[in-house]
């Protein structure tokens, strides 16, 4: 294993996120269109002592390091190895927890990614793909390759897309997180027990623009998450006004996103947003994915 691997992890919006049905399980079946945006947390792996030993700064809670996705990501990719680990994860964190951001799968990624690199690439593409999957529903994408991927089900069926020109962001946050879990029993109970899925599934052709996308961008979690945090809606409307033509919850909540031609359009959705009390980070959409620094 060579020294010391540092890349970027972005942080993720949803263009579109539609919950197509319920299954017998419990679990629900997605189609929705990931976005990489440039405010990303750093991810440093390095050899250590015996064991998995993770730092984190920037005061964004992370949980117990026990289940911390970048300690489990660290202990999947050695157990697939066969060899027992004697790293040390850092976190510098940007992205705000439990934001629909994608925050802690993106980190997820990037050990894998990291420790891939560091260990000379030994493990494939499609394994380091399998592990993301036993992970969590967003680990994929952030391993997929491109920045802008259209998928389905828990989000282990992915189609990678061309990356659009890069476009202006506004993440803002209104301050209340929204669990998932609660997002998803709330949708499940407006539904009610039939839970009849949205008629979807979009010609992957549509998606090859910015006004494509704009005519199909749309989040099912956005009525349930505003009825409870009415920020939320506020916030949009304010992105919306400022020139977004692509505004939107993230992921189930509780962050909110604005996608703009221009940087002058979006600088002017700052000081509306800021007087709604909601914390902000200017960003843009992601050409490429970073690859690892080694040393």
Known sequence: MRGVAELAAPAKVNLRLCILAREEGGHHALETVFCAISLADTVVVSRGEAGIRLTVEGGVDTGPPERNLAVRAAERFHRALGVDPAIDIHLAKRIPSAAGLGGGSSDAAAVLRALNALHGDALSTGELLGMGIELGADVPFFLCGSPLALAWGRGERLMPLPPLPPRPVLVAHPGPAMPTADAFAEVARLRGGTYLPRSTLIDPAALASWDGVAALAVNDFEPVVAERIPLVRQGIGALRSAGAGVALLAGSGSSIFGIFPDAASRDSAVAPLQALGM?????????????????
């Open 279 to 295: 914390r902000i980070w200017p960003a843009e959409t992601f050409t490429s994915f970073p690859s690892p620094t080694v040393a």
